[in-house]
């Protein structure tokens, strides 16, 4: 079983780990299979390999054993259906990676010697001979031939078991609506796959009639059109429960066309924290995969899970723009859609993602929508990242191209909200000197090691604000800034018919402010493995700052409580759930 099994861990897992962050950070809405491979110096694929040898080089030593039994070990952790490919591809990658390991060489180290790394960059302490004279001495090991025959693999999405994360990458890189999703109504039965877990369950996907935010066919008498679990008749006074509790309450769903904030991405510390490993680490491998490694169920706009329905993996308190509104009006159950997608910008919110919105004018519900690109117009992995950025005229043109797409799809009545971008300047100095968890076994890798990796690949989410140059930093907040007054200057200046528009300004900083306040840390608030992303800690504390601010500015378009909440709960319970 040996040597055939080197890669199930090391690339499927490394490739999660990395190779995905770096391709859904760097989408623009036209995706090709090259973005996968990106940069410069081995790019995403030197990042595979490196985190891939470097973990399996720590199982070696955690467990006192050889290379080939730590990719067995590895192997056995992941799902049993991907056994076959994880075999198939170990044949290909052969038994050079594991000889290096034997050799105690470093995964930086091994990287290059095989040639998937050049340049300079470096993830792990280096070797105390030098970085040179250790590839050298490893590539001089290598038998004749098997460098050559190393170099010569395809390209990482051509490889057994990777093709297949790297086809549903490309897939939803240019696709954001349900996979399976019988009627075509935008809404989907089930889960991942941009289904429920993104947008309200759909109760009937033979039916397009029949999805979550349509106004009641019939009162909803006797079927449930909308999906909200409220239908059929009172035996009491003989009349339809959505007249009786729904009706004299006017009803908003919730929608966020947003970037993997909105996403809430969010990559498991533990798959790359070897010290924490254990036979169900990767139970739910697939199932991040297939949700893009975003959490919607447990994020700040459209949370609806329990704060430990997905534990290990992720837990905390949540709460959420969508669930406020739900508890405000019971009405509005179901009626929620996350079009958030990672690496999102306002060019491909325009061009493609903004379309992806589910909402039928004449027969659907007003919508509450928040617009929350709060970063990727000033992030990029480019060296030379300021020229990089989205221009003041571009985010006028682009934001202003969604907004009349938005005008031809809102139903009358809906409220848009601006979010201001983030300001990252937090970032380093918050995460700069805390232990990555690739470098939990030995406390040999910061955070700012990931970040100058990343930044010498050029593959990093945001080489402004995940910068030691704190010149770099601040011109890259003040771009934000420049950014966000273009949206606030449009909500002040523009006015379309069927929503008003508004501006919130960015609430992370003022989150994080009280937050540390009441005696929080702000790291805590900052996703550990990326550096970059606010933690489920942080989720619901955005939603408050939403709700204090509508409730301070325009308590007048907050969804109103429905008086027949408790009524609508002794009836019909969950409504069918989520």
């Known amino acids: 079983m040996a040597p055939r099994l080197l890669l199930t861990g090391v690339a499927l897992l490394a490739l999660c780990a990395s190779g995905t962050q770096a391709f859904f950070w760097s989408f623009d809405g ?18 595979v390999c490196t985190l891939g040898v470097g973990i399996v080089e720590q199982l070696t030593e955690i467990h006192n054993e050889s290379a080939i039994e730590a990719v067995e070990r590895l192997c056995q952790m992941l799902p049993s259906n991907e056994t076959a490919k994880c075999q198939e591809l170990v044949k290909v990658l052969g038994p050079t990676v594991i000889d290096l390991i034997e050799q105690k060489y470093t995964a ?27 590839v ?26 990777l093709k297949d994360v790297c086809d549903i990458i490309y897939n939803w890189a ?38 979550p935010g349509r106004r009641p066919i019939d009162s909803d008498a006797n079927l449930d059109s909308n999906c909200n679990g409220i239908f059929g008749i009172d035996p009491t006074t003989n009349k339809a429960y959505e007249d009786l509790f729904c009706a004299d309450t006017p009803h908003y769903g919730i929608a966020v066309l947003g970037d993997s904030a909105s996403a809430h991405f969010h990559l498991q510390p533990q798959y790359l924290n070897t010290t924490a490993y254990s036979n169900t ?44 509104a739900r508890n405000r009006n019971r009405c509005i159950h179901r009626d ?26 004449q027969e659907d519900y007003p919508l509450f929508v928040v617009y929350a690109l709060i970063g990727n117009d000033v992030c990029n992995g480019h060296e030379d990242t300021l020229s990089h950025m989205t221009t003041p005229a571009d985010m006028y043109a682009q934001a202003m191209g969604a907004l009349e797409q938005l005008e031809h799809t809102l139903p009358n009545g809906s409220h848009v909200f601006f979010m201001g971008l983030a300001d990252g300047s937090i970032l380093y100095d918050t995460m700069a000197n805390r232990t990555h968890p690739i470098g939990a076994l030995h406390n040999d890798v910061k955070t700012k090691d990931v970040y100058a990796f990343l930044n010498c690949l ?39 018919s069927n929503f008003d528009l508004h501006y919130f300004p960015n609430p992370l900083t003022e989150a994080i402010k009280e937050f540390v306040a ?52 002794k009836v019909f319970g969950d409504q069918g759930g989520h």
Request: aromatic share 8%; with cysteine.
């Open 108 to 134: 930086d180290v091994v990287c290059k010697a095989i040639g998937v790394c050049t340049g300079d960059c470096r993830l792990f302490p280096a070797p105390a001979e030098g970085m040179a004279q250790s």
């Open 458 to 496: 050029q593959i990093s989410p945001c080489r402004g604000w995940m910068n030691s140059n704190e010149t770099l930093r601040a011109l890259t907040t003040d771009h934000a800034n420049l950014l966000s007054s273009v949206l606030e200057n449009i909500t002040k200046t523009q006015t379309f």
């Open 281 to 324: 680490t990767f139970d739910r491998l697939l199932f991040s995969i297939e949700n893009e490694f975003d959490w919607p169920m447990m994020s700040a706009s459209t949370a609806f899970a329990g704060p430990n329905d997905f534990a290990p993996d992720i837990s905390g308190p949540d709460n959420s723009t969508y669930m406020v």
């Open 30 to 47: 036209t995706s090709t299979k090259t973005n996968l491979q990106g940069g410069v110096n081995g790019g995403t694929g030197c990042a």
């Open 174 to 211: 240019n696709n954001h609506e349900p996979l399976d999703d019988l009627d075509q109504d935008g809404f989907s039965p089930l889960h991942t796959l941009r289904g429920a877990d993104w947008r309200g369950k759909d109760c009937d996907d033979t039916n397009k009639d029949v999805r």
């Open 136 to 161: 050298a001495r490893a590539r001089a090991s290598l038998p004749f031939g098997r460098l050559a025959a190393v170099q010569d693999l395809p390209a990482i999405c051509d490889l057994p078991l």
């Open 336 to 361: 929620f859609q996350n079009i958030a997608v990672n690496g999102a910008r306002a060019g491909s919110m325009n061009s493609t993602i903004v379309k992806t919105l589910a909402r039928n004018q």
């Open 518 to 569: 009441a005696g929080g840390q702000a790291w805590q608030l900052i996703e550990p493995v990326d550096g970059f992303h606010p933690s489920q800690l942080a989720q619901p504390l955005i939603t408050d700052q939403l709700w204090k601010f509508l409730s301070a500015n325009f308590s007048d378009i907050m969804q109103p409580i429905n008086p027949h909440n408790a009524d609508i709960d």
